[in-house]
């Protein structure tokens, strides 16, 4: 993201916002509310047209390219739209076909993806009659189905219990192992702190600070401090003007 800006009416949502993600970690995105968050990540999935600024998914500039730039993208919002008279099979071939994935191709991989969410027993039932959890874990297995690289997850553990939590964050960490990239933002900031590798604060639409914790804990003099220790401080502080990428 290069100088990243986008108001609503006269309120300036994200405001020249710099940062880049490298491949292969998964990076927590985060903020009070009102910060930004949001806003940054319908912007890096192609949802909102920023006001100045641009994006760049593995080298392509999201504005020049979209469907190439989108093509190894998936996005769950905090609040996702399921098909609900669906079945779940049926909602992920409907989503596979979308991306040009063949049947034959789709069906296993679907399955496989079920069976990992702990969904394959209600494979039978309409996608409405979920929970919100078990709705929260479709969305993410429809966001899985044509196997991307690049996964944007706003709030992903949302309305899930425990066990599903749990369920969630070893697929997520299974998917940085084999390569992926993976950008989420939470409220759960002990989340953030045990998954992950390296974590972006923003504050009124700018870049507060960022880098490991280790990092983190040294720019708010922290040292041994929790993720909260050092986000309240870097939060209360303010942000930081960041220098401009390459």
Known sequence: MRGLRKSFGATR????????????????FLGPNGAGKTTSIRMIAGLLRPDAGQVFIQGI??????IEAKRPLAYVPDDPLLYGKLRPMEYLEFVAALWSIPGTVAQPRAEELLRTLGLWEKRDETIEAFSRGMKQKMALAGALVHAPSLMLLDEPLTGLDASAARLVKDLLNDFVRRGGTVVLTTHILDVAERMAERIGIIQAGRLAAEGTLDELRERAGQTGGTLEDVFLRVTAEGPDTPPALP
Do not use: K, N
């Open 13 to 28: 949502a994200v405001d020249g916002l710099d940062l880049a993600i490298p491949r292969g970690q998964l990076y927590a």
């Open 61 to 66: 500039e999201l504005a020049v390219d979209p």
